[in-house]
């Protein structure tokens, strides 16, 4: 089975060609971050604009394809900002009702969550961390359409908080690469930041009060290197504790259920932290699970976990789904199918 996949939600546009056997034959991914920079981070209408003019400029791709090989084409539904969503599905249904090919509506939540088996050996049920802008997350993967949500944040992402605190520092958009650099170099002890909901054993995560005691730092501070040093490696470390403490409740709560777990993963952008990888891994790796970490290129969106998640579905419903009529979805939740 092959898969051509379209991804569009947020601010990055990419396309890509996913096998069955994990081989992906194309993926470029054009981010719009230096454009939304200039206005210190993403708005929606011109979201919508970008993958436009992107989409166009990809369209050329087109011509790198054999259609006749394509089995379906795959693209984002949702949850995501609606103009990007529009461009991306329409995109996807043109061309597949032009080459006459099914479509494959896509969860980008779940993308990220079965992302993980496209690089490794990853059993279900397996418990995943989704950490990226838009999100952060709890959750049992048990089957490519079965998702169950432990817990989740209750206000801000972890993504959200790391490019609010950067924000504040004046360091740019995103944020999360800016300061796991800057933390390279600092002293996670300097500051103690709040720990939200530490002494509460759910699986719930909150990060605006985190954010507010931050910023509320940065105020007071002048925004020199050692302090943006300093401050980076204490923030990140506090991130680091909070994804610890949250990670031990669910394994609490998997053993009061009696599930059983081979595997543990962390998707989305800020999974791309080699900190938090780290930090995760010793502790994951001591309670007898396997860690997987999910290359750069798949922890922040990007087509090729869409096609994946597109090929999944395919062979569990033994190469038959199709769906043309769904619409695209903002506020679509971790465990809604399309
Ligand atoms: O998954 P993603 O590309 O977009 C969403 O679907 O939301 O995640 C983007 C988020 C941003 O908040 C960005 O700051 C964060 O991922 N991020 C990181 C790192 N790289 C990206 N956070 C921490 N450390 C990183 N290295």
């Not at 209750?154 to 924000?167: H, Q, R, Y």
């Not at 507010?212 to 105020?219: G, L």
């Not at 709560?253 to 932290?273: Q, T």
């Amino acid at each position: 089975m092959k898969v051509l996949a379209i991804e569009s939600s947020c601010d990055d546009t990419s396309f890509a060609v996913v096998n069955d056997d994990k081989k992906v034959d194309f993926h470029e991914t054009i981010n719009h971050r230096k454009f939304h920079r200039e206005h210190g981070g993403v708005v929606p209408e011109m979201v919508a604009r970008q993958h436009l003019d992107i989409m166009d400029h990809l369209s050329k791709f087109q011509k790198k394809i054999n259609f006749a090989n394509i089995d379906a084409i795959a693209s984002t539904y949702g949850p995501g900002l609606i103009g990007g969503l529009i461009v991306g599905s329409s995109f996807a249904k043109g061309l597949a009702l032009s080459h006459q090919k099914r479509i494959i509506p896509i969860n980008h939540l779940q993308a990220h969550l079965l992302s993980p088996r496209l690089v490794s050996q990853l059993s279900f049920p397996y418990l995943c961390l989704l950490v990226s802008g838009g999100n952060t997350a709890l959750v049992l993967v048990k089957s490519a359409r079965k998702f169950i949500t432990l817990g989740s944040t209750i206000d801000d992402s972890a993504g959200e908080c790391f490019d609010k605190v950067a924000k504040a520092m004046q360091l740019g958009y995103p944020g999360g690469p800016i300061i796991e650099k800057l933390a390279l170099d600092g002293d996670p002890t300097t500051f103690n930041l709040p720990q939200p909901l530490l002494k509460v054993k759910d699986c719930n995560f909150s990060f605006s009060g985190l954010k507010t005691s931050a910023i509320q730092v940065i105020k007071k501070n002048k925004l020199q290197k050692k302090f943006l040093k300093n401050f980076s490696a204490s923030f990140q470390f506090t991130v680091g504790e909070i994804f610890l403490n949250k990670i031990n409740n669910a394994f609490a709560e998997l053993k009061r259920k009696k599930i059983k777990i081979r595997d543990f993963s962390i998707c989305g952008g800020v999974a791309a932290n080699q900190y938090v990888n780290g930090l995760l891994k010793d502790f994951i790796e001591d309670k007898g699970i396997a860690y997987h970490q999910v290359p750069m290129a798949y922890c922040t969106d990007n087509a090729a976990m869409i096609g994946w998640n597109a090929i999944e579905i395919l062979k569990s419903s033994k190469n038959k789904f199709n769906n043309y009529n769904v619409r695209p979805s903002p506020n679509t939740l971790i465990h809604e199918n399309f």
